[in-house]
């Protein structure tokens, strides 16, 4: 019988992760070697409370050995205290368990005090992640075609599209933290992770450190503020939307308090995932 994605990426040794939507109306069964990622990446009102967020671990089989992520959003001071008591609650029963900061204060709370293996999330990486960037990569050969632009004055020209240079196209497929200072920086804490949306355009790294986690299939473009003032009275709740917009390449969909698109951009060979540092791949809760 034909491998999996799944098993073939386990054959590999790249570690599997699955999003558990903690307000989801199941709990779905995981594999105790499979990690498992809880929380909210965007609305610090959406997160899980403390014996919310310990009753989903029990009932997934939760013990000690379970490879465990909480995914935390960026964060208000209110928030940030918040989310660390729900943080502290969780450690004392999982000491192993890991934290995916997208919020400075919180990192920096953390990594000063020690507490619990930690990682970048995805909004702190900047990592580019617009779907149209794909069309300024010449060799990707998706560039759009030229079109004539009328002028109110009657007069018309040519738009060509002109592909990005050497240095232009480098910087869309970094990963704004890869920079050996800030490796370094936060080598001195224990942050050797990064969370990353995609290799649409191909991934650049220095090589440096990072290890990446590759989330799949949903990219986050843009986080909305929240309006909450307190669990259960948030607005970012609701309905997914589909939104389509003139120049871009997919449907972009608005969930929660974010747009944003979903894809698979993988190369078929795992084995350029782990030349990339890419040791887990993380499967949303709609993949
Ligand atoms: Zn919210």
């Known amino acids: 019988m034909a491998m999996g ?69 960026f964060l ?49 990486v900047g990592q580019s992640l617009d779907p149209r960037i794909v069309g300024m990569l010449a060799e990707l050969g998706q560039a759009p075609a030229a079109r004539v632009i009328h002028h109110v004055d009657g007069t018309a020209c040519l738009l060509r599209y002109r592909a990005a240079s050497t240095e232009a196209a480098a910087h869309f497929r970094a990963v704004s933290a890869d920079q050996a200072e800030m490796i370094d920086f936060f080598a001195g804490f224990g942050v050797e992770r990064c969370e990353i949306s995609h290799l649409r355009h191909g991934l650049l790294t220095s090589g440096r450190g990072w290890r990446y986690s590759l989330h799949r299939p949903w990219i986050p473009l843009s986080v909305q503020r929240c309006h909450g003032s307190a669990r259960g009275r948030c607005p970012c709740r609701g309905e997914e939307q589909v939104w389509s917009a003139r120049g871009f390449p997919v449907p972009l969909i608005h969930r929660d308090n974010v747009v944003g698109y979903r894809g698979h951009f993988d190369p078929a060979d795992d084995s350029a995932l782990i030349g990339l540092g890419i040791d887990r791949i993380v499967e949303g809760p709609d993949s």
Do not use: F
């Not at 660390?84 to 029963?93: P, V």
């Not at 900061?101 to 000063?112: E, H, I, K, S, V």
């Open 5 to 73: 994605k799944r098993d073939r990426a386990r054959a590999s040794g790249i570690e599997q992760a699955i999003w558990v939507d903690w307000r989801g109306p199941a709990v779905p069964n995981v594999a105790p070697n499979v990690r498992v990622y809880l929380g909210h990446e965007s609305c610090e009102h959406l997160l899980p409370g403390p014996q919310e967020a310990l009753s989903l671990v029990r009932r997934l089989g939760g013990s000690q050995l379970r490879p465990l992520s909480l995914v935390t959003p």
């Open 76 to 124: 208000t001071q209110d928030g940030l205290a918040r989310t660390r008591r729900l943080i502290d609650a969780l450690l004392a029963h999982w000491s192993e368990m890991e934290i995916v900061c997208n919020d400075w204060g919180l990192l920096w709370d953390l990594a000063t005090g020690h507490a619990g293996r930690l990682a970048l999330g995805r909004l702190l």
